[in-house]
């Protein structure tokens, strides 16, 4: 059974950096496209970022591209989100994803499995 555990979500000061981390477990990790998501109180669930099953491809949402780097380590099973320049609205609980194929895809129903979130706070 797949498993996706997200960690490392906190409350960060605005313009400060965080990394999130996803750990899977249970199916080919390697094989397939992953994705970060969030969720604001109050909001639709949004698309933040993907990478391809090679991490050679990568597309993030134009509100986090340029302070955001999404990425995945292959060998420990785990894919990372890279955040600097955090800012109040970047507040939400962050999903990771595993894609139903090997790529990335902006669209939620595309993802098969789904961690259960871990909160991130950025005050002003």
């Known amino acids: 059974q797949v498993q996706l555990v997200e960690s490392g979500g906190r409350l960060v000061q605005a313009g400060g950096s965080l990394r999130v981390s996803c750990a899977a477990s249970?199916?080919?990790?390697?094989?397939?496209?992953m994705g970060w998501f969030r969720q604001a109180p109050g909001k639709e669930r949004e698309f933040v970022a993907g990478?391809?099953?090679?991490?050679?491809?990568?597309t993030y949402a134009d509100s986090v591209k340029g302070r955001f780097t999404i990425s995945r380590d292959n060998a420990k099973n785990t894919l990372y989100l890279q955040m600097n320049r955090l800012k109040p609205e970047d507040t939400a609980v962050y999903y990771c994803?595993?894609?139903?194929?090997?790529?990335?895809?902006?669209?939620?129903?595309?993802?098969?499995?789904w961690g259960q979130g871990t909160q991130v706070t950025v005050s002003s």
């Open positions: 994803a595993r894609s139903y194929t090997n790529g990335w895809s902006r669209k939620s129903d595309e993802y098969a499995y």
């Open positions: 990478i391809n099953w090679t991490g050679g491809t990568t």
């Open positions: 249970g199916g080919t990790f390697t094989l397939y496209g």
